[in-house]
């Protein structure tokens, strides 16, 4: 499970299921955000490793687009190479950058949380730790990593720009920036991550079911989906790239 530093809800359930909400199909599911595009670089010939063959978005359309969004262009970069390379992997996922985004921005701000931001590796400048989940106010989730990635070693605290439990980023964690290692401190790896968690079990985020069960699985919050769905509509008409 993954929990949110600045959506306020709860953990279990709200009547997200139950209800319909502005927006939602006859299932209760919210229709998805526009997929926003983006203009990417084109590979050079003759490139082999890992790192180099992910498309990364063209310069001058990452500088007009944070300008436009608001995001940082050391996080917009990483949220657009997990949207591709996630659908590389899941072609019938069609998730956008801006859903990918739009969790990125409620979980740490694109990692600014305390005062932490990006460097030009995309590494956190500072600890991104959330709340103890010692069952107040949040589920009770004892220690899984002995304080590893969270530093305490009694409960369990979110990590990172994209606000990773330290059990789910076990199962979930990905190299994204080709170092070799899984850190959920880092940008790259941590939207890839996140990408690539929202497309799992072979979900179509074009689908307002397939969208919905996405964001219910990162967080179990009507208030947290809504959210999301709100500014990643936000970023894709901002953009301007809507497909």
Known sequence: MVFTLFAMCA?????FWATRQPGADAGGALSPPPRAGAELDTLSAGITTAVNVTQSPDAQWL???AARTGIPARAL???VA???RANDSAPACGIGWNTVAAVGAVESGH????????NTAGQATG???????????FAAIPDTDAGALDGDARWDHAVGPMQFIPSTWELAGRDGNGDGTADPFNIDDAALSAATY????????STAQGWTDAVYTYNQSDPYIRQVRTQATAYAVKAGTAE
């Open 11 to 15: 953990i279990t359930a709200f009547s």
């Open 82 to 84: 997990a949207a591709v």
């Open 63 to 65: 500088t007009q687009a």
């Open 77 to 79: 970069q990483a949220y």
């Open 198 to 205: 929202l497309c799992a079990h072979g979900r179509d985020l």
């Open 127 to 137: 600890p991104i730790v959330g709340p103890s989940l010692n069952g107040v106010g």
């Open 111 to 118: 990692g600014t949380y305390g005062g932490s931001s990006l």
